[in-house]
């Protein structure tokens, strides 16, 4: 997994900095005040004015079971969209990710 995000916990959400190859931006990622239901995202992430994905509280699989987001980035300089996952750990957070692996048919 390579770390594409660092995030400090803030009261209501987080804030920090995405960067990768094609983006470099200054994050936010807010509560959803208005969720009309379960399938809703608990978060939305922002960069300026600008939506740039959604999150979901998740717990990990396991025997810590641990809670983080799974966050989901869609950008026109992607091929295609991206899932992360944002751990928290000591008032911080970091945004890993790591590709698929799709076999070749």
């Known amino acids: 997994m390579a770390t594409i995000g660092q995030f400090r916990q803030m009261n209501d959400g987080y804030e920090g ?4 190859l094609s983006l470099a931006r200054k994050v936010r990622i807010v ?3 208005k969720k009309k239901n379960g399938d809703s995202p608990d978060y939305f992430v922002k960069t300026g004015q600008c939506d740039l994905g959604f999150a979901r509280k998740k717990v990990a699989k396991g025997d810590n079971g641990s809670p983080y987001l799974q966050v989901f980035l869609d950008d026109p300089s992607f091929s295609e969209p991206i899932w992360a996952a ?5 008032g911080k957070a970091d ?6 692996n799709k076999k070749a048919d």
Request: aromatic share 12%; net charge negative.
């Open 95 to 100: 945004l890993v990710w790591s590709r698929s």
């Open 86 to 90: 944002l751990f928290d750990h000591d």
């Open 17 to 20: 900095t995405i960067s990768t």
């Open 31 to 33: 509560p959803n005040t």
